[in-house]
């Protein structure tokens, strides 16, 4: 069982950065590959960026590629999503989501996590 705690949301200005943090429970956490999703008002929940357990391999959905970094300290059991030069249309309830065994495509795939946060939000004004 894994419990994932997200914090650093808010509001921010268009053009301004936020750092997201996942915190994990648990002793495996460096096992688990982990990906961020969000979603807005009336839309479907959709993949931000996820990194493998291992070689810590990035994935980024076209929309945030170049703006958005994922990164994860495995000794501090947390996992990271620095967002820089937002957007309006950024704006969204963030999700951490986590699981093993992931591979290739299934990362940008919310049905591949079998873990998730609470959400947090994060809002950017125009």
């Known amino acids: 069982q894994v419990q994932l705690v997200e914090s650093g949301g808010g509001l921010v200005q268009a053009g301004g950065s936020l750092r997201l943090s996942c915190a994990a429970s648990?002793?495996?956490?460096?096992?688990?590959?982990m990906g961020w999703f969000r979603q807005a008002s009336d839309k479907e929940r959709e993949f931000v960026a996820a990194?493998?357990?291992?070689?810590?391999?990035?994935y980024y959905a076209d929309s945030v590629k170049g703006r958005f970094t994922i990164s994860r300290d495995n000794a501090k059991n947390t996992v990271y999503l620095q967002m820089n030069s937002l957007k309006p249309e950024d704006t969204a309830v963030y999700y951490c989501?986590?699981?093993?065994?992931?591979?290739?495509?299934?990362?940008?795939?919310?049905?591949?996590?079998?873990?998730w946060g609470q959400g947090i939000q994060v809002t950017v004004s125009s």
């Open positions: 989501a986590a699981n093993r065994g992931i591979s290739g495509g299934a990362y940008y795939i919310g049905a591949s996590y079998v873990y």
């Open positions: 648990g002793r495996t956490f460096s096992s688990y590959s």
């Open positions: 990194i493998s357990w291992n070689i810590g391999s990035t």
